[in-house]
């Protein structure tokens, strides 16, 4: 192997954060995957500093494409966040060192004419633009960004709604997206009812990807102020397709061939820190005032919130023994066996 070869090797080589919240174990098998880190629109040639799995990344735009780097310069250590981008480059505002869209320094302003070694490079990560997101993995080489394929279906309404902050870990989050149970009592106020609690029997599949699951209740999908538009014993199917480590796809069918699609996309900034993107698309009410379903989404993630960022442990317990378990939990069960088979230990905490 030459050089160049054996330094674009190395360009994607991440050390573990020295504070890390996570356990090695866990971090290297997290880092393999493929998050959202923010929206396309938020990133332009204004660098701006992010986390992800306790790393931090620097994100610009270079001529139109969006780079994601390692947050670091490697001269004296100070985040190139704080600098700017001049032509191709971003400059570090402490001795104005620059590197290329690819890495590589391009400039060491107090030797001009200086030979730079091309071993001063920073960490270049890849980037995918999908579903109005930016996609980036740590050490990950396949892509595995789970599907959404009505977004680029022209039936179907795109909408996406600003991401949500939690003070909680992304399995916890994940796994009350996947709960049927809590509707009754946690969303009151926004969809479900106190009186509806009951929870019918449904059955979850193993697939290749993850988790295939049908569910079917009387509990309506339509706000408060809505519910009078329901057919009278309106059945609702609601389909979960679970992607681990932390994305699902829900699936509810609405009246009259109605279909919404929403992506949960649970970022883990750190282990008990989560950046939550929700990306949707429907076939219906093409025309509503976008403000309108941007509100119902923050009152439900709101609402889920608040139980997260209270629940102990915080971390989502893998040893099905650590907690009790009902019948409505057969999806939570199986998502936490798959997390565990994927090698996140028992005490996992993200």
């Avoid at 939690?166 to 009754?184: K, T, Y």
């Avoid at 971390?315 to 907690?323: C, G, H, S, V, Y």
Wanted: proline share 7%; net charge negative.
């Amino acid at each position: 192997m030459n050089e160049s070869m054996a330094i674009k090797k190395k360009k994607r080589v991440t050390p573990m954060p020295k504070q890390c919240t996570f356990s090695a174990e866990d971090w290297t098998v997290l880092s393999q995957y493929w998050y959202p880190v923010a929206t396309i629109e938020e990133v332009t040639e204004k660098p701006i500093g992010i986390k992800l799995l306790d790393v931090h990344l620097v994100l610009y735009r270079v001529n139109g494409k969006i780079i994601v780097a390692r947050d670091l310069c490697l001269h004296r250590g100070v985040p190139l966040s704080m600098g700017w981008v001049e032509g191709d480059d971003i400059v570090c505002p402490y001795h104005g060192f620059r590197y290329g869209p690819e890495g590589n320094c391009t400039s060491i302003p107090a030797h001009p004419d200086a030979k730079i070694s091309p071993r001063l490079c920073i960490t270049i990560y890849p980037t995918v633009e999908r579903y109005g997101l930016v996609w980036t993995s740590l050490a990950g080489e396949e892509e595995n960004i789970p599907p959404l394929e009505a977004w680029d279906d022209e039936e179907y309404l795109n909408i996406l709604p600003p991401f949500i902050d939690i003070a909680g870990s992304a399995g916890r989050q994940m796994e009350g997206f996947l709960d049927v149970a809590h509707f009754a009592w946690v969303h009151s106020e926004s969809f479900a009812d106190r009186n509806n609690a009951f929870v019918p029997s449904y059955k979850v599949d193993k697939t290749d990807y993850g988790l295939h699951v049908e569910y079917v209740s009387t509990v309506s999908n339509y706000g408060k102020s809505q519910q009078h538009l329901e057919p009278p014993g309106f059945k609702w199917l609601r389909v979960f397709d679970v992607y681990p480590p932390f994305a699902a796809r829900l699936t509810v069918h609405f009246p009259n061939n109605g279909k919404l699609f929403i992506l949960n996309c649970a970022s883990p900034v750190s282990a008990r820190q989560t950046r939550m993107f929700s990306p949707m698309a429907r076939n219906f009410d093409k025309d509503a005032p976008i403000e309108d379903t941007y509100e119902f989404n923050l009152q439900i993630f709101n609402e889920d919130r608040e139980m997260v960022e209270n629940q102990k442990p915080e971390e989502l317990p893998l040893d099905l023994q650590a907690e009790a378990h009902i019948a409505a939990d057969k999806t939570s069960i199986n998502y936490r066996q798959i997390l565990r088979q994927m090698g996140l230990g028992e005490n996992y905490t993200s």
